[in-house]
């Protein structure tokens, strides 16, 4: 969502929810957000909208230009495609990894309201799933300069956050994919990517 | 998919594609979905649509009316926000619990184009968080008659999925959720929702 307002040049008040200190946890914030993950957006009218795919959706009917969900109904269901594809198959891979491992996630290997354990197999089958993942985009970015159309959207930026996301977890774009290592160069010199 | 498309009242020329004798594991299925999951809508000009959101976004949009995503910005924000939490923390927890029990789906845990082993741990984690979620729309459904916003959206169709495909897992709406039975009720006697 950062990155994404950053491409619409757009400014929006934040506020931040100190995650290592547990506060989505508190009653304040599942006020806001009963299912306690961030980001949420809340409008002036005092309703939640929690889930960045939706968030972004309601910026891009705000703030139309520059278009990062389509242009007409079937790019948004390509570029809808692709963008839930790198949900699914890599940023979820990677979390599955980090999030079933990590020491600092013991008991909180799911985000939301239940602690849920740790399953050191799931860590690696996430990682094998992401490293898959990795070389299959790979393959795609070899032959074409962005991942769903011929444009930046919303999907280029989700593998660019999965791909930097996946170096928490020791994996990287192989090296033999120079489309994808040029692609990922271009996509980090983008508005909002820096670190 | 099929039940949006009979909420819509339209009809779209289908091939069935059977799972069991591995037909979207074929070169012709992934010449058509590279990904191997179904369903998959096919446009006239050759492209495929491959994620059931997007070809459900896609359908709203061809075919507005009954609306089933959202009638302006924040509704449909709203719409997307609880259908993608159904998703996540209901249907993929059953998914979770089934692939990674079920004999018939050894090494094929996961959907998508790789082998996955089961983890017979992720399959009692995901029954846990089926019963949480399950619980958590019982108590929304007491004092609301629809999952998302006050009519019947694509959010009660998930939901209404989720319900059934949990009854594979012998998992069941709690008894005490007099509201959400109601809504089980009447969702299943609308259009499209047969077994």
Redesign the interface.
């Known amino acids: 969502v950062r990155i994404f307002l950053a491409e619409k040049g757009i400014e929006v008040p934040t506020v931040q929810v100190d995650l290592g200190a547990g506060e989505h946890l508190t009653d304040a914030f599942r006020a806001v957000n009963p299912?306690c993950t961030v980001p949420v957006?809340q409008?002036d009218?005092g309703?939640?909208?929690?889930?960045s795919?939706?968030?972004c959706?309601?910026l891009e009917?705000?703030h139309p230009e520059p278009n990062l969900m389509g242009r007409d109904?079937?790019e948004?269901?390509?570029i809808?495609?692709w963008h839930?594809?790198v949900e699914t198959?890599g940023f979820l891979a990677v979390a599955e990894c980090l999030r079933n491992n990590s020491k600092r996630l013991q008991g909180r290997?799911?985000t939301?309201p239940?602690n849920?354990?740790q399953?050191p197999?799931?860590s690696e089958?996430g990682r094998?799933?992401a490293k898959?993942f990795l070389a299959r985009m790979g393959r795609r970015l070899d032959t074409q300069p962005y991942v769903a159309v011929d444009r930046y959207t919303i999907a280029d930026i989700l593998l660019l956050i999965t791909v930097d996301f996946a170096k928490w977890i020791k994996e990287d774009i192989p090296e033999q994919f120079s489309g994808m290592h040029r692609w990922h160069e271009e996509a980090s010199a983008r508005p909002g990517s820096v670190e």
Chains 1, 2 share one sequence.
Request: aromatic fraction near 6%; proline fraction near 0%; hydrophobic fraction near 45%.
């Open positions: 299912h957006l409008l009218d309703v939640s909208i929690f889930e795919t939706a968030i959706q309601y009917e705000a109904a079937e948004r269901a390509v809808a495609s839930r594809h198959d290997a799911s939301g239940d849920i354990d399953i197999d799931l089958r094998k799933r898959a």
